[in-house]
């Protein structure tokens, strides 16, 4: 089943730095889908836990420049 997780990405000052982060989590297979909000710095995931791991996701992120961070 599709898990769902918010992660607060730090070092996003503007729009265009949401679309980077969309654009590479949508390049993951398994990453059903992926929604930063600029304003709050926020990414809504929807994840298959089957085809891709949550450390995954946060590494191809994190790789793009800017860091994921697990809040509970
Ligand atoms: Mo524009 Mo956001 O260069 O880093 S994409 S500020």
């Known amino acids: ?3 769902v997780i918010e992660l607060k990405i730090e070092g996003m000052t503007c729009a265009a730095c949401a ?3 969309e654009r590479v989590g949508k390049k993951l ?3 059903e ?3 930063v909000n600029i ?3 926020k990414a809504n995931i929807i994840y298959n836990p ?3 791991k949550l450390s995954q996701i946060k590494a ?3 790789k793009s420049g ?3 961070i697990e809040e509970q």
Do not use: H, L, Q
């Open 1 to 3: 089943d599709n898990k």
């Open 19 to 21: 679309k980077a982060v």
């Open 29 to 31: 297979e398994g990453v």
């Open 33 to 35: 889908s992926i929604s």
């Open 39 to 41: 304003a709050t710095d």
């Open 50 to 52: 089957a085809k891709v």
């Open 60 to 62: 191809a992120i994190e």
């Open 66 to 68: 800017y860091k994921p």
